[in-house]
């Protein structure tokens, strides 16, 4: 009787747990992909000051992610590319942080789930550059209004 209860007392503690990990991983990845797309939006709409903001978002976000499920590698990438963004009110400069923060993005997109929702993968051929975007609707944050709807969707996740 004593091994059953153990036994079951052990079951529960692993699946609450799992549960507990799987709550903390949404909690993380919602706040980053949102400060992701606040800074991929501000950059769409040639908003640098909005930009910076969503990166230092972005940055509280990354701060948040558990150690154990993303590596201190990848989060310091991002972190160093988002602190980039943030620090300057140049919007080409701010254009081309974002294509390195969008690379790592993409990188962590592909090791964990970050959404319920597709990611688009998308791709601007002029910059040969890719984002992320939770629309399949090309809204190209590398060149804004100039050229808003270039580019294609390369992969969904």
């Given at each position: 009787m004593k091994k059953k209860i153990l036994v079951v007392a052990l079951f529960v503690t692993a699946f609450v747990q799992k549960i507990s990990a799987q709550d903390s991983t949404k909690n993380w990845s919602s706040s980053i992909l949102t400060s992701y797309y606040g800074i991929k939006d501000a950059l769409v709409n040639g908003n640098a000051s909005a930009a910076a903001l969503s990166a230092e978002a972005f940055m509280k976000a990354a701060?948040?992610?558990?150690?154990?499920?993303?590596?201190e590698k990848s989060l310091n990438a991002l972190?160093?590319?988002?602190?980039?963004?943030?620090?300057?009110?140049?919007?080409?400069?701010?254009?081309?942080?974002?294509a390195l923060l969008s690379g790592n993005m993409f990188v962590l997109a592909k090791t964990v789930k970050l959404s319920n929702e597709p990611l688009y993968q998308q791709y601007c051929p002029m910059k040969k550059v890719s984002w992320l975007s939770d629309k399949k609707v090309i809204k190209n944050p590398y060149y804004g209004n100039a050229m808003l709807s270039c580019g294609s969707v390369k992969e969904i996740l």
């Amino acid at each position: 009787m004593k091994k059953k209860i153990l036994v079951v007392a052990l079951f529960v503690t692993a699946f609450v747990q799992k549960i507990s990990a799987q709550d903390s991983t949404k909690n993380w990845s919602s706040s980053i992909l949102t400060s992701y797309y606040g800074i991929k939006d501000a950059l769409v709409n040639g908003n640098a000051s909005a930009a910076a903001l969503s990166a230092e978002a972005f940055m509280k976000a990354a701060a948040g992610i558990d150690k154990g499920i993303v590596s201190e590698k990848s989060l310091n990438a991002l972190s160093a590319d988002a602190v980039s963004i943030s620090q300057t009110k140049d919007i080409k400069v701010q254009r081309e942080k974002f294509a390195l923060l969008s690379g790592n993005m993409f990188v962590l997109a592909k090791t964990v789930k970050l959404s319920n929702e597709p990611l688009y993968q998308q791709y601007c051929p002029m910059k040969k550059v890719s984002w992320l975007s939770d629309k399949k609707v090309i809204k190209n944050p590398y060149y804004g209004n100039a050229m808003l709807s270039c580019g294609s969707v390369k992969e969904i996740l």
